[in-house]
């Protein structure tokens, strides 16, 4: 599962950087379709993190419980921030602090998911 879990989430970050130059070109089409699949990733990380979340807030012998949370929180911030950079870009925005936030966040996801848990 966490393999199918950092699969998920990589691909995504490529979808969505493939996406974003696309969109930044002006290709509305082609930036529509990367941004579906960006959106299907998404899908699959909510699944693949969902199911070992659960797994793990069902499992007795798991203590403490509160890195997971943080890690799930960071994790849907990351994707939210995506999709929050991906429609203000489709419109014409394009705003710093989003990538600040957006930067952050994921680097926090990984050194949750790598070092904390
Ligand atoms: C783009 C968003 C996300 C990124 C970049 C990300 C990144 C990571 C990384 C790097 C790991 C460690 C994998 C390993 O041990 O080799 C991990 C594990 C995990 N993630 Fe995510 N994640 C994201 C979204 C989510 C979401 C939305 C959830 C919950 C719904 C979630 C729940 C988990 C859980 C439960 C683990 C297992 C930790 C463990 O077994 O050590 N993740 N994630």
Do not use: C
């Not at 899908?43 to 419980?65: A, E, H, Q, S």
Request: net charge positive.
């Amino acid at each position: 599962m966490t393999h199918a879990h950092v699969t998920s989430w990589l691909l995504a970050v490529v979808f969505f950087a493939v996406a974003y130059m696309l969109y930044k070109k002006g290709d509305q089409k082609k930036s529509k379709i990367f941004h579906m699949i960006t959106r299907l990733m998404y899908l699959l990380i909510l699944g693949t993190g969902g199911k070992m979340i659960f797994d793990y807030f069902t499992d007795p012998t798991i203590v403490n419980r509160g890195p997971l949370v943080v890690k799930m929180i960071l994790g849907l911030s990351v994707i939210g921030l995506m999709e929050i950079i991906l429609v203000q870009k489709k419109r014409g925005e394009t705003k710093f602090m989003n990538w600040v936030f957006f930067w952050i966040t994921f680097l926090l996801t990984m050194y949750y998911g790598w070092m904390v848990l």
